[in-house]
């Protein structure tokens, strides 16, 4: 049985927990995610769908929500303007996060909550997830594996937190600033070691969300995505606010990725590129 009290008394009507869906002419799977979030059994949330721009049925599916969810439109600008977008609309204490693609189990946002009351300090936690590959489940590999409390060192090779997966006090992002619109991906990368260098993640061992992939539209798709952390890890050193450690293993990963990347460039004959990386590799270099 759960142990969540409600946050709000019965004359109160702001919702705790601020749920974003974003998407983008995904019609025939939005509608599995926003029904798995309205099926939900914690009552305080509300649901933003920030529609990116889509071009098939997906405002017609969203209207026929009525007032259960709330509809926003914006021109196609990518999904972390999507995100933004639905962050900067929301008005509870909590962020969720569900991208279209996804959807959760029951339990999922009670589990949350119940973190939080039972852990003040948290600012973020994230679940366990099922993997959905073209319809069939798969097992995510070691390296995948998710852990809790400091992780920026173990996040630094590739993403250990899934957006469809994490709740976050929005406070923690008007700390740490919004989803980086000008990265075409690995903006949840980009955010996350933003986050874990100052604060440990919080994981609920529970398998409570399904994270479907394989589809053709799928940001983790994208070639060369390498090229994104890599500018995530410069950015991040850049702000000078990591530990002797942090700033250590950042390094390290980083002169890797560079000469891996710079690697992958000479063999397609773009040399003037992974002279660059090379370069990159030389200014930043793991500390000796």
Known sequence: MSTTTPFLSPIETSPLVSVIVPTYNRAHMLQEAIDSVLAQTYP?????????????????????????????????????AARNRGIRSASGEMIALLDSDDYWMPGKLTAQVDLFMNTPQAVIC?????????????????????????????????CLISPSAVMMRTSLLDEVGLFDEMMPACEDYDLWLRIT???????????????????????????ELDKYRIQSIVNILRTGQLSTDQHRAACSILEQKCRIYAQGCRRRGRSEEANDYDALRRQYGPPQ
Not at 56 to 79: C, P
Not at 134 to 154: L, W
Not at 197 to 223: A, E, F, N, W
């Open 44 to 80: 305080h949330f509300e649901l933003l769908v920030v529609d990116d721009g889509s071009t098939d049925g997906t405002q017609k599916l969203l209207r026929s929500y009525g007032h259960r969810i709330n509809a926003i439109y914006q021109e196609n600008a990518g999904v972390s």
């Open 197 to 223: 260098c100052k604060y440990p993640t919080h994981l609920i061992p529970r398998h409570l969300i399904v994270k479907r992939g394989g589809h053709d539209d799928q940001l983790s798709r994208m070639p």
């Open 126 to 158: 994230q679940t366990e997830e099922i993997w959905i590959r073209n319809g069939v489940r798969v097992n995510p590999k070691q390296r995948h594996k998710k852990i809790s409390g400091m992780i920026f060192e173990a996040s630094l090779p590739l």
